[in-house]
C-alpha cells in the first residue's frame, strides 16, 4: 500500500480511489456514532468495502445513532456488524480488513470521574488492546487510533510550545493508555497511526457536547444549557467532514504509518463567542446556567498541525462560522422530523 498525499487530496483521490486500490476492505469500529458514521460515509463514497462495529452502547441514544447510518444502511458496500466487539468478532472482521479505523470508545471527561473510570477504562484501554492485539493476529496492514486532545491536560495552550502528554481527567488518562499500547503493539510488527481530535463539532454531534446543547437550549421546549465556568475557556473547535479527510489520509499515506498528528480546525476560540454565534444562528436567545468549572476542565486548547500539512498534505477547510451554520440547520431538519413523528402519531 503505497500512496502520496496528492494521492488522497488531489483531483486524482477526491472522489474515489479505484486506481489506487481497486476496492480495498476497510473496518471501522464505533461505526455508527458521530464521527465514525461520517468516516463510513467518504470511505464509501472513496470506493471502499467497510465493515462497521458498534454496539449500539445505550450511553446515548441507540435511536440516534441508527439514524446517523440512515443514508448508508441498504449499500451494497456496507455491512454492519450489531455487536459488543469480543475477541471472535475482531477476528472475523479484521481478518478481511486492510485497514482498521478505531474510534470505539467511551467518550467524556466529566463522565470519567469516579464510577465512570471502569467503563472509560473497559472501553478505552481494554477494548483498544483487544483491536490491536486482533489486528496483529489477522496482519492488519495498518491501525488508526483515534485519540484526543485530553492527553494534553493543561498543556496544549500555543503554538510556541510542544506540550508533553499530561492529561488531567481519567478520561485523557485512557486515551494515552491507548497510545502508550500503540508503542507495545508496534514492536509486534503493527502499524499504528494516532490521531489527536481537538473538539469536534458538525451535524450528529453527540447530545452530551457542548454544542450541541446550546442550539437545543434555543428551542422552545430544549433543556437549559449548563455553561462550565465563565465562557473564557478557549477550545480548538474542528469541524467533523476535517477530522473524517484527516482520518481517511491516516489510514492510507504510506509516511503516516506509526506518526502521530493533532487534528484542529485552525484557531482558538472562547466558549463564549461560540455561545454568541449560536445565539445568532438560530435566531433565538440560549436558556443558561451557569456552574462552576468542573475538574479536569483545560483553560485552553490549541492543535499543532505542522506535521499533519506535512506528511498527510491535510489543513482544516471549514471555519467555525461555516461549520456551524450546518450543524444549526441539521437540528432544524432533526426538530422537523421530531414534529412530523409527532403529528403521524
Known amino acids: 500500500m503505497t500512496v502520496q498525499s496528492a494521492d488522497v487530496f488531489g483531483p486524482s483521490g477526491a472522489t474515489t480511489f479505484e486506481g489506487l486500490f481497486g476496492t480495498p476492505t476497510v473496518s471501522v469500529t464505533g461505526a455508527a456514532g458521530f464521527i465514525g458514521s461520517h468516516l463510513v460515509e467518504r470511505l464509501l463514497q472513496l470506493g471502499c468495502r467497510v465493515i462497521g462495529i458498534d454496539d449500539f452502547d445505550p450511553w446515548y441514544s441507540p435511536n440516534q445513532k ?154 422552545s421546549d430544549g433543556p437549559t444549557f449548563v455553561r462550565r465556568g465563565d465562557g473564557q475557556q478557549r477550545r480548538e473547535f474542528t469541524y467533523v467532514n476535517d477530522v473524517v479527510t484527516a482520518t481517511v489520509a491516516a489510514g492510507f499515506i504510506t509516511e ?11 484557531s482558538s476560540v472562547s466558549l463564549q463567542e461560540v ?32 506535521n499533519a500539512a506535512d506528511i498527510l498534505g491535510w489543513t482544516p477547510q471549514i471555519d467555525l462560522v461555516e461549520g456551524l451554520t450546518r450543524q444549526c440547520e441539521w437540528h432544524r431538519q432533526r426538530a422537523a422530523s421530531k414534529g412530523s413523528l409527532l403529528v403521524a402519531d
Open 66 to 219: 441508527r439514524s446517523n447510518l440512515s443514508a448508508i444502511a441498504d449499500n451494497p458496500r456496507f455491512e454492519l456488524v450489531e455487536r459488543t466487539l469480543s475477541p471472535e468478532i475482531a477476528q472475523e472482521a479484521f481478518s478481511r480488513a486492510s485497514v482498521v479505523f478505531h474510534l470505539a470508545g467511551r467518550p467524556g471527561v466529566q463522565d470519567s470521574w469516579g464510577e465512570g473510570f471502569i467503563d472509560s477504562s473497559r472501553r478505552n484501554i481494554e477494548l483498544t488492546q483487544r483491536v490491536y492485539e486482533a489486528s496483529v493476529d489477522c496482519q492488519v496492514e495498518r491501525v488508526v487510533y483515534a485519540s484526543s486532545s485530553s492527553i494534553y491536560g493543561s498543556g496544549a495552550t500555543s503554538l510556541d510550545v510542544s506540550p508533553e502528554p499530561r492529561p488531567i481527567s481519567p478520561y485523557g488518562v485512557s486515551k494515552l493508555v491507548g497510545e502508550q499500547l500503540a508503542h507495545v503493539y508496534r514492536a509486534q510488527g503493527l502499524h499504528i497511526t494516532n490521531l489527536r481530535y481537538f473538539t469536534v463539532y458538525g451535524p450528529r454531534q453527540r447530545p452530551d457536547m457542548a454544542m450541541h446543547r446550546m442550539f437545543e437550549a434555543t428551542t
Open 256 to 266: 503516516a504509518a506509526n506518526a502521530t498528528f493533532d487534528v484542529g480546525g485552525g
Open 275 to 306: 455561545m454568541t454565534l449560536v445565539e445568532t444562528l438560530a435566531d433565538a436567545p440560549m436558556r443558561i446556567e451557569t456552574v462552576d468549572a468542573p475538574a479536569g476542565d483545560p483553560a485552553i486548547t490549541v492543535a499543532r498541525t505542522d
